[in-house]
């Protein structure tokens, strides 16, 4: 796909109720897709999902609380949202969550076991999902937010550069899959990961009004990184992580 190319697009959001969805569903349908977004909780969703309609009149924006703890469920998701619209271009993953401390002894391995459904298993079960529709699309995108622990972990993060790690390589052999079916050609379709050191929205800055939050992404900036992914190339953004934040 190249610039322009989302308008009539259909892209789906996963973990579109937070800071981070509501901006990319306002981004999206601002570009001219058709957005479906999804979350656990169905008041946060149904407030992401009005705020889009409200910033731009006329556009298509939809919510659906889906279980993405369940394969079939998300499965289901994926499937009704081709069968709705015809297709399906992007899937933007934006499902999060985060538990640390100050040290590596204190670690609670309880952090771990809910880290790795919410950064982990959400991303199998999407990618698996969406997969073939991304294909069938011609230029589907999948994009994996992730965090700049994962490639330089800290003492008190363990559990959560970990599960960051692994959501990353489950991302990555997704795109060698594209890479594969692609051929000769090169992938029609891509799978990319994009890399912060940490989000920032205006109640955090409202919350903390003297904080600088060095090095963070604003959650609007985050979201006009998303768009761009659909203005190049699948080849160049297949399989590679895409910096917003200085690498560690």
């Known amino acids: 796909m190249q610039n322009g190319a989302l308008r009539g697009a259909v892209i789906a959001v996963a973990g579109a109720g937070g800071p981070a969805g509501r901006a990319t569903l306002i ?13 656990n909780d169905p008041a946060r969703l149904a407030e992401a999902v009005d705020a889009a309609r409200y910033a731009n009149g006329g556009a298509t924006v939809t919510g659906e609380t889906v279980d993405l703890l369940d394969l079939d469920s998300t499965r289901a998701w994926a499937a009704g949202i081709e069968k709705e619209f015809g297709r399906v271009d992007g899937l933007v993953h934006l499902v999060g969550g985060w538990r640390g401390g100050a040290k590596f002894d204190d670690t609670d391995l309880a952090d771990w076991d809910l880290l790795e459904k919410l950064l982990v ?12 529709a991304l294909q069938r699309a011609g230029g589907g995108r999948y994009l994996l937010i992730s965090a700049a622990g994962a490639s330089k972990p800290t003492a008190g993060n363990a559990a959560y550069s970990a599960a960051k790690a692994a959501a990353e390589a489950w991302t990555l052999a997704m795109a060698d899959g594209f890479r594969k079916a692609g051929g000769e050609d090169g ?14 929205h205006d109640a955090m ?13 604003d959650v609007k900036e985050l979201a006009e990184a998303i768009e761009g992914v659909w203005g190049r190339p699948a080849a160049e953004v297949n399989g590679n992580r895409l910096w917003l934040t200085e690498k560690p």
């Open 27 to 39: 981004r999206l349908a601002e570009a001219g897709a058709t957005v479906v977004g999804a979350d």
């Open 121 to 132: 298993r959400t991303v199998q079960h999407t990618s698996l999902a969406f997969y073939d």
């Open 187 to 200: 992938p029609q379709a891509a799978a990319a990961i994009l890399v912060v050191k940490a989000l920032v």
């Open 205 to 217: 800055r409202a919350e903390r009004p003297n904080a600088k939050f060095a090095g963070f992404t």
